[in-house]
């Protein structure tokens, strides 16, 4: 999270307005759907009932949002509610785990904490829903779609529309193949050869998506996950302002998965691909940021918020709520940031 300019910001923020004063005014949203596959930094309360250590339904998660904890592995609103807002969703994108009361046509989020592109990542800290899985509770949701709008057809022609936003991957690092403690991926393959694995299965998720029936796409990239406060405070050595082996499997990772996305837009001509780099802007100083590398909250030895604790109260001014997970005011800005990068997907 370092660096120094971010020209996309002034971009994103000049293509939002644009963009809202068009559509935002019709209380219309630029995509009448959106579906989230993911982890943590997509969460919203999937893994509220499941038997895990990597849940955030407790203080001081939720502590800035307006209904308090939920899920969210943040103190407020997370990318992913950021994002809907500037796509001019007025309620949020619902966890799949309780979809109860919500228009299951507007989209449902199925990303769950600690989850992988494979199913053994994150599993050391309890249950959770993995890439495949989340496919399969998709599925769920399109026979639902299938019957609210009486066919296959009619619901084929829907789900074009919407928009299918996937985060996934830094689990697979830092609760898998970092931890040899626990899986014994790095004893058995190179990092080159675990993350071709990563990615040929990422991409076979991908084309299940496409046969179910989704035609617009935004791949996000892996972001530092060498520069947390956890990296930094558990893994780095002495100076280090990053851990630069954790930050090369990202890079490594990201550059595979821009390539495949780059294949897709050529082998799925009836589909729209973005991939969004999540490294592109910096959450510095210009933007209220002064503590980069030290959590707001207080922190268990797993690095999330310990139960309760006081967290800081300049939670503007910190880029990291707990060891992993951005503040929400670093959520905004990373979501305007994505939302520049997938423009292409929600013009008509
Ligand atoms: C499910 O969502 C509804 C509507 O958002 C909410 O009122 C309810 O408390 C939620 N239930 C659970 C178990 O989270
Ligand atoms: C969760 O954390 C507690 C306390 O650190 C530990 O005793 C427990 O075994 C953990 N549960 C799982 C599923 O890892
Ligand atoms: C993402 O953006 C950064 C900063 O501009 C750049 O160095 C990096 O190569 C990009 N990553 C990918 C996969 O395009």
């Given amino acids: 999270m370092e660096a120094k300019t971010k020209p996309w910001l002034a ?60 899920g969210r592995f943040t103190n407020g609103k997370n990318i992913i509610d950021f994002i809907s807002e500037y796509l001019g969703f007025t309620e949020p994108i619902p966890p799949n785990a309780n979809t109860s009361g919500s228009d299951i046509l507007k989209g449902a989020n199925y990303a769950s904490g600690a989850a992988g592109i494979l199913f053994k990542s994150g599993k050391h800290l309890g249950d959770n829903i993995h890439l495949g899985e989340q496919i399969r509770n998709h599925r769920a949701t399109i026979t639902k779609i299938v019957r609210r709008l009486g066919g296959s057809g009619r619901a084929r022609e829907y789900l074009k529309k919407c928009l299918y936003y996937v985060n996934i991957g830094s689990n697979d690092y830092i609760n898998n193949y970092f931890l040899p403690q626990f899986y014994p991926t790095s004893r058995t393959y190179t990092l080159e050869r675990y993350t071709d694995i990563l990615i040929k299965q990422y991409s076979d998720d991908i084309k299940k998506l496409h046969r ?18 956890n990296a930094i405070s558990r893994r780095g050595t002495n100076g280090e302002v990053c851990v630069a082996e954790l930050n090369n499997a990202a890079f490594l990772f990201s550059n595979k998965l821009k390539s495949q996305v780059d294949q897709f837009k050529n082998t799925f001509p009836d589909s729209k691909f973005s991939f969004v780099n999540s490294t592109a802007g910096a959450l510095d100083e210009s933007l209220g940021f002064t503590v980069a590398n030290v959590p707001c909250c207080p922190t268990r030895p797993d690095g999330q918020c310990v139960e309760n604790g006081t967290p800081c109260q300049n939670r503007n001014a910190h880029v990291f709520y707990d060891e992993y997970h951005v503040s929400s005011a670093a959520c905004n800005f990373i979501a305007m940031g994505s939302v520049s990068q997938f423009q292409n997907l929600v013009e008509s």
């Fill in 11 to 70: 971009l994103s923020l000049f293509l939002l307005a644009t963009n809202c004063m068009q559509q935002c005014v019709h209380g219309e949203s630029q995509v009448p759907c959106m579906f989230v596959l993911g982890d943590s930094l997509s969460d919203n309360g999937n893994n509220n009932n499941l038997q895990t250590n990597a849940s955030s339904n407790y203080r001081p998660y939720g502590i800035d949002y307006p209904t308090g904890p939920t």
């Fill in 212 to 229: 179910s029936g989704a035609r617009k796409f935004a791949i996000v990239g892996l972001g530092l996950i060498g520069c947390t406060p």
